[in-house]
């Protein structure tokens, strides 16, 4: 299991672009969310998952914006599990340029959900045993320094 786990390749679409002549901010997610379903094949989660009734969702997504991207840029995604238990995981992604630059990162809560509810639920053994996996995988890396953090006007 790659440590972090390494997204493929992402492109940034000229549709994607905003006035300003660069990612709308609404896109960074959208890189970091498809991504994300790189890492997700490994866990076990995706359309097939989806298929036997549960699936996951995102409660929560904070991302901080770094550099700008533009068009064609070249992109990929790591991904870092922080933390689980039987009904939620914690994640930390990052979005970077193929020329070695952070772009932006994502801290993300996501819930395992029972679509015939929908209600959160407990994940299957088989599910928890590979996250237990990428979690001891993933435990030689640092605490992100962007994880964690709160919005909020020093005062």
């Not at 660069?22 to 298929?51: C, E, R, W």
């Not at 952070?102 to 996501?110: D, I, K, P, S, W």
């Not at 015939?116 to 639920?121: C, D, E, I, K, Q």
């Amino acid at each position: 299991m790659d440590t972090p786990f390494r997204s493929s390749p992402r492109i940034v679409k000229p549709e994607w672009i905003d006035f300003n002549g660069h990612l709308n901010m609404a896109y960074y997610s959208v890189l970091m969310d498809n991504a994300v379903d790189d890492a997700y094949t490994q866990i076990g989660f995706g359309p097939d998952y989806q298929k036997q009734g549960c699936t996951t969702y995102v409660a929560e997504f904070h991302i901080c914006y770094i550099r700008e991207l533009h068009e064609g840029a070249q992109t990929y995604c790591t991904f870092q599990l922080l933390d689980f238990d039987e009904k939620r995981f914690h994640t930390f992604t990052e979005l970077w340029h193929e020329d070695g630059w952070l772009a932006a990162t994502g801290e993300a809560l996501t819930l395992h959900v029972d679509q015939s509810g929908p209600r959160v639920t407990p994940m299957p053994q088989s599910i928890l045993s590979k996250l237990d996996a990428m979690k001891q995988a993933h435990s030689s890396l640092p605490f992100p320094d962007r994880a964690g953090r709160k919005i909020g006007l020093k005062k």
